[in-house]
Every structure is written in C-alpha cells, then in structure tokens.
C-alpha cells in the first residue's frame, strides 16, 4: 500500500535545489534592479550633461558682449527650459556657473574673474538640494536616493584660416605659380579653384565644405606639389562678416572691442578719443598727409556713393590714425599705412581701390605694431603689385587682387563674397606674429 500522497511530497528529494533556485531568484532580482537604478541614474547624467553643454555655450556667447552676471542669466534660462524647477529642483544656478580659462595640455580649468575665453558649468541633483535621483530597488539596502552632477566646459578659439588666411563665402580663386608657406590657409563655403604651377608647404590648409568640389587642371596634385595633403573638407560661418557694422561703430568708442588704443590717441584719465578730424572731400586734389593727424579719429564724408577720393600722393606715408568714410577711396601709387584703420560704409565694388603698389602694413619681418586693417561694406580692388605685411582686409563683397612677388608676410582676407587672386606671389606666414589688431570674431567649442 502506498503512503499518502502528502508523505510521498515531504519525502520526496528531486526538488533540492528549490531552496537555492529561491535564493538565486533574489539574486537576480537585485541585481535586476541595481540595473534599472544604475540606467535611471546614467539617464539623468545625460539629461544634465546635455543641459550643461547648452548652458556653457550659451554663457560663453552672452559674455562676449555682456557681463558675467548677465551672461550667467542667460546660461541659466537655457539649462531650465530642459530642466524646469517645478520638476527638477534647483538643478542650475548662477553659482554653478563660473568664468576662468582653459589649459587643454593639462584639461586643467582656472577660475578668472571676467574673463571671456572659458567657462565652467554645473548641472546638479543633490540630496542638499533636495532634488536627488529616487532608487526604485537600492532603498531595500538603504539607499533612497543618489546625487548626479554633469560638468560642461566650453572655451573660445580663433580657427587659423582667420588669423592667416583667405577665407570667403563664396568661391576662391587663386592663379599659378604661387608659394604658400606652413601653416597658411585658402577656404571657401563654397569651392576652391587653383591653377597650375603652386607649391603648399607642409602644414597648409585648403578647405571647403566637400574637397571633391575642388576646381584644378587635369594634372592637378602633381602640379601642384602639397596639394593633396593640404586638402580639408569643413564650412565655417563668417562672424567676422556679420560684425562688419559692429565694427564700424565700435573703432570710435573705447568701450568697445573694436576699438584700438594703439591707433589712437586717448586721454589717459577718460581713456576716451581725445584727437577728431574731418576731412573735405570736396578738395580738388583729394587727400593728402598734409590732412592726415596722427593719432585721430578722421571722417571723410562724400554727398554721393559714387564719389571718388584720392588719396595720398605718390609714396606718401601714412601712421597711426582711423578713417571713417563712406566714399570710394583711391590710394596713389605707393602709399603706405601703418597703423591705420580704414572703414568704409560704401557698397561699390571699387570702395577701396588703387592703381599699383599700394602697401597695407610696414615690413618688419612680423614683428609686433605697423599691421594696418580695411573694413568694407563693398568689395576691394587692387590691379596690380599689392603688399601686405600683417595686414587685414575684411570685405562684404569681391576682394580682388595682385601682389608683388615676395610682398606678403602675415595677411588676413575675409570677403562675404568670393576672392580673386593672381599669380607668381610668395606668401608669407607669420603665425599670427604682428596681427595683433586685426578684428577676430570668436569661436566657441566644448572643451570636455
């Protein structure tokens, strides 16, 4: 006779492993859910990280032109339009937010007050803040809460097509026989067009948005030794373009970035322009030194856009001064500026112009001072035996040019529309040497 089925089941032992299966299962459990802890906690970070990153570029941006208090305001709006209050806490504040520098050899970052070329963002969810992530599975083990903290670097920089370079929106177009020296760089948003015969020197750059786009003879590279290596595909946005207004506003007020107290004469309690010349440019014979003050602020107003002034005589010097006109400008053959800044508000294709040999800068092998700068709302045209030594052209339209052979060590054009360059020139690079005053506009990267 059989025992009754519930004394077979206690003496039963096939199921001996139940016991550890249980404890297995629990295992699983909280291992499960240290994962679903560990993955909400990982998700927040990313949450944060991307509000940190949103607000750091945001600060560096606003502190270009405004104050840290503003430009921390600005930041912090920005991180809570994803990390509302009323859902997230006090994840970001102004306190979490501070300006310094950044050393990217050693990734160090070092708290300096007012400064503009780094900043430093926290995003938090603390329990002081009483805004920590909530454990769904780690509370059984006593850990109710964890605190997440993001951090976000962001610092200024000057791409180097901008410190040396031609750069347009448009089209580049550069001849034959050119010497381009190390570290020089040719770059259009659209595409880049190159002749027979130049040599690009090792670390040279030539870019555009797609490096397939480039226009070159058949025999192309092999004429052009360097090429291939040089080649770059990127865009950039042409700030400094943009800024063209700004600029012209800001080379009279000492206030302003634009402003340059190497050219002009200040009074050293107000530090405000303490020289003011207007000019006639209704002379016959145009203008010429006897005109020009060192050390001035000049205004050379014309009633008409299409009214053409000389300037200079032949070989005429001219240093440390700015001009504000809105007239079409011919140098005479061999001027020279240093330490000069010409603006213009004049939208002719011709708004500076010259004949031949008219020199932008001194030649002084890139030492510092002497570089002169032209900023125009029109295009430029110089025909024929253009130099330029730590100079900068900054144009909304066409910049057109032919230099001297060995007439180019340090030169910086910017045109918002295309370039068109000769050939048989030796470009020299200065590694920015001696360009102290050219007008940058800044760029923004995420540092770590």
Same mark, same amino acid.
């Given at each position: 006779?059989?025992?009754?089925?519930?004394? $077979?089941?206690?003496?039963?032992?096939?199921?001996?492993?139940?016991?550890?299966?249980?404890?297995?299962?629990?295992?699983?459990?909280?291992? %499960?859910?240290?994962?679903?802890?560990?993955?909400?906690?990982?998700?927040?970070?990313?949450?944060?990280?991307?509000?940190? =990153?949103?607000?750091?570029?945001?600060?560096?941006?606003?502190?270009?032109?405004?104050? @840290?208090?503003?430009?921390?305001?600005?930041?912090?709006?920005?991180?809570?339009?994803?990390?509302?209050?009323?859902?997230?806490?006090?994840?970001? %504040?102004?306190?979490?937010?501070?300006?310094?520098?950044?050393?990217?050899?050693?990734?160090?970052?070092?708290?300096?007050?007012?400064?503009?070329?780094?900043?430093?963002?926290?995003?938090?969810?603390?329990?002081?803040?009483?805004?920590?992530?909530?454990?769904?599975?780690?509370?059984?083990?006593?850990? #109710?809460?964890?605190?997440?903290?993001?951090?976000?670097?962001?610092?200024?920089?000057?791409?180097?097509?901008? $410190?040396?370079?031609?750069? *347009?929106?448009?089209?580049?177009?550069?001849?034959?026989?050119?010497? /381009?020296?190390?570290?020089?760089?040719?770059?259009?948003?659209?595409?880049?067009?190159? &002749?027979?015969?130049?040599?690009?020197?090792?670390?040279?750059?030539?870019?555009?948005?797609?490096?397939? =786009?480039?226009?070159?003879?058949?025999?192309?590279?092999?004429?052009?030794?360097?090429?291939?290596? *040089?080649?770059?595909?990127?865009?950039?946005?042409?700030?400094?373009?943009?800024?063209?207004?700004?600029?012209?506003?800001?080379? @009279?007020?000492?206030?302003?970035?634009?402003?340059?107290?190497?050219?002009?004469?200040?009074?050293?309690?107000?530090?405000?322009?303490?020289?003011?010349?207007?000019?006639?440019?209704?002379?016959?014979? %145009?203008?010429?030194?006897?005109?020009?003050?060192?050390?001035?602020?000049? /205004?050379?107003?014309?009633?008409?856009?299409?009214?053409?002034?000389?300037?200079?005589?032949?070989?005429?010097?001219?240093?440390?001064?700015?001009?504000?006109?809105?007239?079409?400008?011919?140098?005479?053959?061999?001027?020279?500026?240093?330490?000069?800044?010409?603006?213009?508000?004049?939208?002719?294709?011709?708004?500076?112009?010259?004949?031949?040999?008219?020199?932008?800068?001194?030649? =002084?092998?890139?030492?510092?001072?002497?570089?002169?700068?032209?900023?125009?709302?029109?295009?430029?045209?110089?025909?024929?035996?253009?130099?330029? #030594?730590? %100079?900068?052209?900054?144009?909304?339209?066409?910049?057109?040019?032919?230099? $001297?052979?060995?007439?180019?060590?340090?030169?910086?054009?910017?045109?918002?529309?295309?370039?068109?360059?000769?050939?048989?020139?030796?470009?020299?690079?200065?590694?920015?040497?001696?360009?102290?005053? &050219?007008?940058?506009? @800044? #760029?923004?990267?995420?540092?770590?």
């Amino acid at each position: 006779m059989k025992p009754p089925i519930l004394t $077979r089941f206690v003496r039963r032992n096939d199921g001996a492993m139940t016991a550890f299966g249980l404890l297995l299962t629990v295992a699983m459990i909280c291992v %499960g859910g240290l994962g679903i802890d560990v993955a909400n906690v990982i998700t927040v970070r990313t949450h944060l990280q991307i509000a940190a =990153d949103a607000a750091a570029h945001a600060a560096l941006v606003a502190r270009e032109f405004k104050s @840290e208090s503003e430009a921390k305001d600005i930041a912090v709006q920005i991180a809570r339009r994803s990390l509302p209050e009323d859902r997230f806490g006090i994840a970001i %504040g102004p306190d979490d937010i501070e300006f310094g520098t950044w050393d990217a050899v050693s990734e160090v970052f070092t708290l300096v007050p007012n400064s503009k070329t780094a900043v430093l963002v926290n995003t938090q969810r603390l329990a002081e803040r009483s805004n920590a992530v909530v454990t769904y599975f780690l509370r059984f083990v006593g850990m #109710y809460n964890m605190d997440v903290v993001s951090q976000s670097v962001f610092e200024t920089y000057y791409p180097t097509c901008f $410190r040396e370079g031609f750069v *347009a929106q448009n089209r580049v177009d550069v001849q034959s026989n050119n010497v /381009y020296g190390n570290g020089f760089c040719i770059h259009s948003n659209d595409h880049v067009e190159i &002749n027979n015969g130049n040599t690009f020197m090792d670390g040279t750059i030539v870019s555009m948005p797609d490096s397939a =786009d480039m226009v070159v003879p058949t025999s192309g590279a092999g004429s052009n030794p360097g090429l291939a290596k *040089a080649l770059r595909s990127g865009s950039y946005y042409l700030r400094i373009i943009q800024r063209i207004d700004e600029i012209i506003a800001g080379v @009279e007020d000492p206030d302003s970035p634009y402003f340059r107290t190497d050219y002009v004469t200040v009074d050293p309690l107000t530090k405000d322009p303490t020289l003011y010349k207007t000019l006639e440019s209704t002379k016959g014979g %145009g203008v010429d030194l006897s005109d020009w003050v060192p050390g001035a602020i000049h /205004y050379l107003n014309c009633a008409s856009s299409k009214k053409q002034v000389s300037w200079g005589k032949p070989d005429q010097k001219f240093v440390k001064g700015v001009l504000v006109t809105n007239c079409i400008i011919k140098f005479a053959q061999g001027v020279q500026l240093e330490d000069v800044i010409m603006i213009n508000r004049n939208t002719d294709l011709d708004s500076f112009t010259a004949a031949s040999s008219f020199t932008l800068g001194r030649d =002084d092998g890139c030492a510092d001072g002497g570089g002169a700068q032209l900023v125009t709302k029109g295009g430029v045209n110089f025909p024929a035996d253009l130099q330029v #030594y730590g %100079g900068q052209i900054i144009a909304a339209k066409l910049i057109k040019f032919a230099a $001297r052979n060995d007439g180019i060590e340090g030169i910086s054009l910017v045109s918002g529309d295309q370039i068109d360059g000769a050939s048989l020139i030796n470009v020299g690079f200065c590694g920015g040497a001696g360009m102290n005053n &050219n007008f940058m506009a @800044e #760029y923004f990267r995420l540092a770590t």
